[in-house]
């Protein structure tokens, strides 16, 4: 089974505050997705990732950065933290076998406050 | 402009009766994807069905089907048999294509709450 895990469950940040959100896959997969899943807006991808050292905006990339020195991680920076951002971030990964029933597998979630 | 319409915010259903969510979509892409997910209160999103534009026949996995109409752009989950642990947010979304990569638009969900 595919197993994506992500850092915290709960966190609670200050305003201005540097937060890291980090996500490991145990499958070796190729691609890594940063979303924000807010009430009545579905989820929104950030920022998504198709090999080591790639990224790409998504949607709504404002706000933060991303990083991924090795294949199996995939870390979200927020580089000063700012009430808007409080939100559940979902980190999620897929393989690159080409089959379009390719399905993104997520991690459980990390509920991020702002205060 | 919204490619993923969910319209149902909420639905309330009596256990063992069959429920059908909504998905209307819009694309021009004639090769597109549609997936459905589960999101428990635990926040995990749990993959349940595949439908390909392509596919012939409406996608069945258990007791999920999808009700593919692509000349209407719809594209329902149907639950029958409902069950109490069916209660969750339900999320409906494309594959599209950006930057030579895959990528997944979703609907805005549809909370779904079983009656005993």
């Known amino acids: 089974d595919v197993k994506v895990t992500q850092s915290s469950r709960y966190l609670v940040k200050r305003t201005g505050e540097k937060v890291f959100l980090e996500c490991v896959q145990d499958m070796d997969h190729e691609n890594m997705f940063w979303y924000r899943q807010d009430p009545g807006l579905g989820l929104r991808l950030i920022y998504f990732?198709?090999?080591?050292?790639?990224?790409e905006k998504g949607d709504i990339p404002e706000g933060y950065s991303v990083s991924r020195e090795k294949k199996e991680r995939f870390s979200l920076i927020l580089e000063s933290a700012s009430t808007n951002q409080t939100s559940m971030y979902l980190c999620?990964?897929?393989?690159?076998?080409?089959?379009?029933?390719?399905?993104?597998?997520f991690g459980p979630g990390t509920r991020l406050t702002v205060l | 402009a919204q490619k993923i319409t969910q319209t149902q915010p909420g639905m309330f259903v009596q256990e063992k009766e069959a429920v059908t969510l909504d998905c209307t979509y819009d694309?021009?892409?004639?090769?597109?994807?549609l997936f459905w997910y589960k999101q428990p209160s635990s926040g995990e999103m749990i993959f349940l069905i595949y439908?390909?534009?392509?596919?012939?026949q409406n996608a069945t996995e258990g007791r999920y089907s999808l009700n593919f109409q692509k000349a209407r752009k719809s594209a329902n989950l149907v639950i029958s048999a409902s069950q109490l642990g069916d209660s969750a947010m339900y999320f409906c979304a494309m594959r599209e294509m950006i930057q030579g990569a895959q990528k997944l638009v979703f609907g805005q969900g549809t909370r779904l709450t079983i009656n005993p």
């Open positions: 990732s198709y090999d080591v050292k790639m990224k």
């Open positions: 694309t021009s892409d004639p090769s597109y994807g």
């Open positions: 439908q390909g534009s392509y596919d012939q």
């Open positions: 999620a990964s897929r393989g690159s076998g080409g089959a379009s029933t390719d399905t993104q597998y």
